[in-house]
């Protein structure tokens, strides 16, 4: 069955500091995967996405994210955190339902960031 | 240009009263989600339509209904609501299934 484990329920970081969210897939095909930011009391707003090609994405914010196909992993990165970072982070894979699709979401990461 | 507007934000309700959450979009996608978020489950689908005319189940459509009344709009109905309803639901929707979902504000709902 199609899965997303992020493995960090919360993290706190300092402002300035690198930060790494991680989140591994489970899917038999190609995945697609997405990375959304959540801010309190909002809607989700997507960050960056995958579907083939270079393995290293960009997003927006700042933000990248690497696809290792051997790992079976997408983790978010982020060189210098700022305090507008403070959300909610959630990795979706999307699967297909024959011509449509749907994403799979995990349980989140929320980050704080100290000052 | 709006996107995705759910109504109403808020809602109170009492065990076994009914209500429907509209959710209505003006970017002429085809699909359309419902999902509910609960703390430290992140979001689970309940109901998706993949084009008008057509709705299909989720991951936890029990106690659900739903609507695609027509390309803009998917409502959900919960027809005698429970405590355990209370939580904040999204409308999504996207234009083809690789497609990032756009999301709207949310709903949150308590039933008490």
């Known amino acids: 069955a199609q899965s997303v484990t992020q493995p960090d329920i919360h993290i706190t970081v300092s402002e300035g500091a690198s930060l790494e969210l991680r989140c591994n897939y489970s899917y038999g095909a190609t995945p697609y995967l997405f990375w959304y930011v959540q801010s309190p009391g909002q809607g989700l707003q997507l960050l960056l996405k995958y579907f083939s090609g270079d393995t290293l994405v960009q997003g927006i914010k700042g933000f990248e994210a690497e696809f290792k196909r051997s790992q079976s992993s997408f983790n978010l990165r982020k060189p210098s955190v700022h305090w507008s970072d403070a959300a909610e982070y959630f990795c979706?894979?999307?699967?297909?339902?024959?011509?449509?699709?749907?994403?799979?979401f995990g349980k989140g990461t929320k980050l704080s960031v100290k000052p | 240009n709006a996107g995705v507007t759910q109504t109403p934000k808020f809602q109170v309700l009492k065990t076994g009263q009914s209500m429907t959450l509209q959710c209505a979009q003006d970017?002429?996608?085809?699909?359309m989600y419902w999902y509910r978020q609960d703390p430290g489950m992140g979001l689970r689908l309940i109901y998706y339509?993949?084009?008008?005319?057509?709705?299909d189940k989720g991951e936890v459509p029990n106690g659900y209904n739903v609507s695609r009344l027509n390309k803009r709009e998917f409502s959900l109905r919960l027809e005698s609501a429970a405590p355990s309803q209370t939580s904040v639901y999204f409308c999504?929707?996207?234009?083809?299934?690789?497609?990032?979902?756009?999301f709207g504000n949310g709903t949150r709902l308590t039933v008490t």
């Open positions: 970017m002429n996608h085809n699909s």
């Open positions: 979706a894979v999307g699967v297909r339902r024959g011509s449509q699709g749907n994403l799979i």
């Open positions: 999504a929707t996207v234009q083809e299934y690789n497609s990032p979902l756009h």
């Open positions: 339509s993949a084009s008008e005319g057509t709705t």
